[in-house]
């Protein structure tokens, strides 16, 4: 793909760290803009030196209280902070109490932190694939800590958490209801589990809660330790950074490195999906190769699985929209054709336009110096032509003779125009028989002599897309 000045500017913005080309980055990112992918092909190769660690739980159950005392940590130590909030509700995403954002004011005006928040609403393919690009921005951008912030819910949500490297579930007492939903959802994508505000009522409830379902369920070599916090005062943090150190040194070995494969692959193939799942829908529309291939069905033409596996088919060959159940059965050009399809067809030959009169039509096109060369009667189209030459190929006005001739049914019909498409080819004879035996409308199955002693015939525009085609063979090949 080519690289252009935008977006190559943009990517020396984000590796030398600086702030617009990084927001601008992600919104690219968040917008689904195509220049996206070439600018992650750019800044990618600088991309794995940050710790990614995502946190998620419940509104109101303090990770952003606990991103914050992270990133103060991490600032404390000298590390860049990037946190990216998908959370509508988190003070970083601007949707919490005024009093919530002004404790995290610190970290507005610091320029070592880097705050984004992501709507969670209308990415084009998906939440995580949008975070995923903009974790990536930020860690080419020289961000060494990225804290990403999510609700626990929703499968969109889990998506996101799991793109992490280190993944926090943060509970509360008195949430009994939750703990159900993270056996659903979080429980294999947790690395560490946090109770916070762990002053209150049945937090050693909770803790232990958390021990029994991890008993209970398949965590792998590592054993997601359960840490009590009360982010407010700042207890309980030291340990909760401690054993963030303890995982990442887990995922350095080689334990560690057969998850980060795992992560690796899920997000290759979530990109796979969707791209497959984009050209799925692209099948769909009034005239959609779906809404044919659904005639054939109902038609009992074909069966569903048959006509499921032309599509794929299609899908997968093309790599674009199918154009299914076209007027060829199988490949327009066989392969066995001789000539070689390359050989096919040689140029544009010319383009006819239907003029009320020669004299008329003719004026403008004289404007722009395309003087007429040729002037000759086709009798049997009842037309006179008038060819003027555009580099290698013609215009070729179309004045009738008759008022049942081909040009004049044309100018009633649809007034004058562009009438026809004249391509070249290298033997009339041999295309017109591929053609007939490929199913194509054909108006004229042997060439008859047209203006310039060539041999031409036309197809009919129901096999072209809506193009009355001449083609064209020069007199004397
Ligand atoms: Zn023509």
Same mark, same amino acid.
């Given at each position: 793909?080519?690289?252009?000045?935008?977006?190559?500017?943009?990517?020396?913005?984000?590796?030398?760290?600086?702030?617009?080309?990084?927001?601008?980055?992600?919104?690219?990112?968040?917008?689904?803009?195509?220049?996206?992918?070439?600018?992650?092909?750019?800044?990618?190769?600088?991309?794995?030196?940050?710790?990614? /660690?995502?946190?998620?739980?419940?509104?109101?159950?303090?990770?952003?209280? =606990?991103?914050?005392?992270?990133?103060?940590?991490?600032?404390?130590?000298?590390?860049?902070?990037?946190?990216?909030?998908?959370?509508?509700?988190?003070?970083?995403?601007?949707?919490?109490?005024?009093?919530?954002?002004?404790?995290?004011?610190?970290?507005?005006?610091?320029?070592? @932190?880097?705050?984004?928040?992501?709507?969670?609403?209308?990415?084009?393919?998906?939440?995580?694939?949008?975070?995923?690009?903009?974790?990536?921005?930020?860690?080419?951008?020289?961000?060494?800590?990225?804290?990403?912030?999510?609700?626990?819910?929703?499968?969109?949500?889990?998506?996101?958490?799991?793109?992490?490297?280190?993944?926090?579930?943060?509970? /509360?007492?008195?949430?009994?209801?939750?703990?159900?939903?993270?056996?659903?959802?979080?429980?294999?994508?947790?690395?560490?589990?946090?109770?916070?505000?762990?002053?209150?009522?049945?937090?050693?409830?909770? @803790?232990?809660?958390?021990?029994?379902?991890?008993?209970?369920?398949?965590?792998?070599?590592?054993?997601?330790?359960?840490?009590?916090?009360?982010?407010?005062?700042?207890?309980?943090?030291?340990?909760?950074?401690?054993?963030?150190?303890?995982?990442?040194?887990?995922?350095?070995?080689?334990?560690?490195?057969?998850?980060?494969?795992?992560?690796?692959?899920?997000?290759?193939?979530?990109?796979?999906?969707?791209?497959?799942?984009?050209? @799925?829908?692209?099948?769909?529309?009034?005239?959609?190769?779906?809404?044919?291939?659904?005639?054939?069905?109902?038609?009992?033409?074909?069966?569903?699985?048959?006509?499921?596996?032309?599509?794929?088919?299609?899908?997968?060959?093309?790599?674009?929209?199918?154009?299914?159940?076209?007027?060829?059965?199988?490949?327009?050009?066989?392969?066995?054709?001789?000539?070689?399809?390359?050989?096919?067809?040689?140029?544009?030959?010319?383009?006819?336009?239907?003029?009320?009169?020669?004299?008329?039509?003719?004026?403008?096109?004289?404007?722009?110096?395309?003087?007429?060369?040729?002037?000759?009667?086709?009798?049997?189209?009842?037309?006179?032509?008038?060819?003027?030459?555009?580099?290698?190929?013609?215009?070729?006005?179309?004045?009738? /003779?008759?008022?049942?001739?081909?040009?004049?049914?044309?100018?009633?019909?649809?007034?004058?125009?562009?009438?026809?498409?004249? =391509?070249? @080819?290298?033997?009339?004879?041999?295309?017109?028989?591929?053609?007939?035996?490929?199913?194509?409308?054909?108006?004229?199955?042997?060439?008859?002599?047209?203006?310039?002693?060539?041999?031409?015939?036309?197809?009919?525009?129901?096999?072209?897309?809506?193009?009355?085609?001449?083609?064209?063979?020069?007199?004397?090949?």
């Amino acid at each position: 793909m080519p690289v252009s000045g935008a977006v190559q500017d943009l990517a020396e913005g984000i590796l030398a760290g600086r702030v617009p080309a990084v927001a601008r980055a992600i919104t690219w990112a968040e917008s689904g803009d195509p220049r996206f992918q070439a600018l992650l092909a750019l800044v990618f190769p600088r991309t794995g030196g940050a710790r990614v /660690t995502g946190l998620t739980g419940s509104p109101g159950a303090g990770k952003s209280t =606990l991103t914050a005392a992270l990133a103060r940590k991490a600032r404390i130590l000298g590390r860049k902070v990037g946190i990216v909030a998908v959370d509508p509700s988190s003070p970083f995403s601007g949707g919490a109490i005024l009093g919530d954002r002004i404790r995290m004011q610190d970290l507005y005006t610091d320029p070592g @932190v880097l705050i984004r928040s992501m709507a969670t609403r209308g990415h084009l393919g998906g939440l995580a694939r949008a975070t995923a690009d903009a974790v990536d921005v930020l860690d080419a951008a020289g961000y060494d800590e990225i804290l990403v912030e999510t609700v626990g819910v929703g499968q969109d949500e889990v998506e996101v958490f799991r793109l992490a490297e280190s993944c926090v579930v943060v509970l /509360t007492p008195g949430m009994g209801d939750d703990i159900q939903a993270i056996k659903a959802g979080l429980m294999e994508v947790a690395d560490l589990f946090v109770v916070n505000k762990a002053d209150r009522d049945g937090a050693d409830r909770v @803790v232990q809660e958390i021990l029994q379902m991890l008993e209970l369920g398949d965590h792998g070599a590592w054993l997601p330790p359960v840490v009590k916090t009360v982010a407010t005062t700042g207890a309980g943090l030291d340990e909760l950074a401690s054993k963030l150190a303890e995982h990442r040194a887990f995922l350095d070995g080689p334990q560690g490195a057969q998850r980060k494969r795992e992560r690796t692959k899920k997000r290759i193939e979530s990109l796979v999906k969707e791209n497959f799942l984009r050209k @799925v829908e692209s099948l769909r529309g009034d005239r959609g190769a779906l809404e044919k291939a659904a005639a054939h069905v109902e038609a009992r033409l074909e069966d569903p699985m048959s006509a499921a596996r032309t599509l794929i088919g299609a899908l997968e060959e093309d790599g674009g929209p199918p154009s299914l159940y076209s007027p060829f059965e199988k490949s327009p050009v066989p392969k066995s054709l001789d000539p070689k399809p390359k050989d096919l067809v040689t140029r544009v030959s010319h383009l006819g336009i239907a003029v009320k009169s020669l004299a008329e039509g003719g004026a403008f096109w004289d404007l722009l110096g395309l003087i007429e060369e040729h002037r000759e009667e086709v009798a049997s189209q009842k037309v006179v032509t008038s060819f003027r030459a555009v580099g290698e190929s013609h215009l070729e006005l179309l004045e009738s /003779t008759s008022s049942d001739g081909p040009i004049a049914k044309a100018l009633e019909k649809r007034g004058p125009g562009i009438h026809h498409l004249c =391509l070249e @080819v290298g033997d009339i004879d041999a295309v017109l028989a591929m053609l007939k035996a490929a199913g194509v409308k054909l108006i004229n199955e042997t060439p008859f002599a047209g203006a310039g002693g060539c041999r031409v015939a036309f197809v009919h525009p129901a096999s072209t897309g809506g193009i009355l085609l001449e083609l064209s063979e020069k007199s004397g090949s």
